[in-house]
């Protein structure tokens, strides 16, 4: 029976290409709530003008710190500020981390990753410049730059890149060597394939499975970063609204309105557990294989 | 174990040497001259010399440099621009709070972990397991500040049994009580992470320790399962567990940081907040030093201890 079944998924690799088989992930059980969780919020943060009731900075006068009402879903701020709205163009914030500041860092990374592998000099001092970046706890790296550049969206994004690319230059270059000197490769070295064919052709397409599992879990650590960093006030710059520092004005008002604080801890919890179950689903993939 | 400990000790300091240069440099990039700042727009360019003099930013760079390094290795860290006093008592003030604060959280993350693992890999029962694994996949990727502001709603205001934030006016030793209930929310808060990362892995460990083939030996001469765990899985799952444990600790000052910003404790996450917010930077030079310092101390120290458990590793060729 397993026999069977083995035999059949090795032929689906085969003919299929890796990119199907991890969007398939994403169509079943874990990875499809997942994704429906995540597409959830993106939607949200995507289609903020038309569904927020309010601009984000407009305030209602007379109507600070209500608690939730039909006029407004999820209450006011302490300058009267509508919270829905202002918790939908937060999204936008974590969007911008989500789908930009992680790509980008995982794809530095990855690259500086690969061509270490090539030069042993280069590999030495990747290795340990990575070594003096995650010596530097990410809040306390987000305090020494905002010191420098700033406060602003920027700074997250810096950031974000900056604690991502030693995670994604290791993965890469423990995959790549890992890959390098499969049975495979060998073979395809003996009949004389060149080595960018072999890097183009065999490494590359067997080292994204693992870069995929790690980058969901990125995209969680992207949320967590903007977040912490707006709680501490480093991130984005009042008035803009993120989720982060819509959290931190909830805890702070809580005592005149407990209620605040519920939308935009919501969004951050569904968006974190939605990238945690694509992952797993990612990862539990890969085991599969 | 000596020679293992010699062997692991240059590259530990030369990531600290870098990471000091690092620092320095980074805040020379700061922009606003300290001096000017503290000084006032009125000042004349004798008061002016003599202040950059009294802070140590006359000279060259590199001077600059050792003379700082210098006052740091002779715990003198120099004086605090805009918080005021001496750097060394303001960090050793917020230090004790931290302490505290780390101590009882990673206390309440091992009691959590070490009893949910055992627990459950002993019973072994369906529902126990998937909780198990349930909390430690979750709590681990839910934020510090997103645990805080629940904890914080939810016992200090909606259902207030405990104080949402601050520490006992009278100091921790006064009435043990009351400091118990200003440490457990933001102990909590710090410890829940930790222990969820600490539960998946000592439970992993323990599950693949029961499939080897000691274990089938020990079940065949009729130990009982409890024991088989205790006495036997427990002791061989240790040294991943202590790895993970280090890298957590590692990470307990960034996290302390926004869980004393939640709970408004007055710890060296707060004093880190504080000195950015004003711009105080000998201060903030001091602590990120002191925090890689710290991270690169509890590396070396996961290493010696795993060293100690594990002798393939003290003896192994590769280090």
Known sequence: MSVVTEVTTDKDTATGSDRTSSWAALRSGRGLVGAVLVGLVVLAGLLAPILAPFAPDQQIPGAALQAPSGDHLLGTDSVGRDVLSRTLYGIRIDLLVIFLAVPAGAAIGSILGLVATRYHWLDTAMQRSFDLILAFPTIILAIALTMVIGPGVWTIATVIILAEVPVFGRLTRTAVLTVRQSPYVEAARAIGADEGWILRRHVLPNCLEPLTVQLALAMSVGVFIEGAMSFLGLGVVPPTPSLGSLIKEGTQNAYHSPFFVVGPLTVVLVLVLGLLLISQALAARSRQR | ?319
């Not at chain 2, 174990?1 to 020379?28: D, H, K, N, T």
């Not at chain 2, 740091?72 to 750097?87: Q, W």
């Not at chain 2, 993350?109 to 397991?129: E, G, Q, Y």
């Not at chain 2, 996290?255 to 004093?271: D, K, Q, R, S, T």
């Open chain 2, 1 to 319: 174990m000596i020679r293992y400990a010699l062997r692991r000790l240059p590259s530990a300091l030369a990531v600290l040497a870098v990471g000091s240069v690092v620092i320095f440099a980074l805040l020379r990039l700061v922009p606003g001259d300290p001096a000017l700042i503290l000084a006032g727009p009125d000042a004349s360019p004798e008061a002016l010399a003599a202040l950059r003099h009294d802070l140590g930013l006359d000279g060259s760079q590199i001077g600059q440099y050792f003379s700082w390094l210098a006052g740091i290795l002779t715990f003198d860290p120099g004086r605090s621009l805009i918080l005021g006093g001496d750097i060394g008592s303001l960090v050793l003030d917020a230090l004790g709070n931290t302490l505290i604060l780390a101590v009882s959280a990673l206390l309440v993350a091992i009691v959590l972990a070490f009893t949910l693992s055992t627990v459950s890999v002993i019973l072994d029962r369906k529902w126990l397991n998937s909780a198990v694994t349930a909390f430690g996949t979750v709590a681990v990727a839910i934020p510090n500040f997103v645990t805080g502001a629940i904890l914080v709603v939810l016992f200090g205001v909606v259902w207030a049994i405990l104080p949402a934030g601050g520490v006992p006016r009278k100091g921790f030793l006064d009435d043990p009580g009351i400091s118990v209930q200003y440490l457990l929310l933001p102990a909590l808060c710090l410890a829940l992470p930790i222990a969820a990362a600490l539960t998946r892995f000592l439970t992993e460990g323990l599950r693949s320790q029961l499939a080897e083939p000691y274990v089938t030996t020990a079940r065949a001469l009729g130990i009982s399962r409890r024991r088989i765990v205790l006495t036997q899985a427990l002791p061989n799952a240790l040294p991943a567990t202590v790895t993970v444990l280090g890298i957590q600790i590692g990470h307990l000052l960034g996290g302390a940081v926004l869980v004393e910003a939640i709970f408004a404790w007055p710890g060296l996450g707060h004093l880190i907040e504080r000195a950015i917010s004003t711009r105080d930077y000998p201060v903030v030079q001091v602590m990120l030093l002191f925090s890689v310092a710290l991270f690169v101390l509890i590396q070396l120290a996961t290493d010696l201890i795993n060293a100690w458990l594990d002798p393939r590793i003290r003896l192994g060729g590769r280090a």
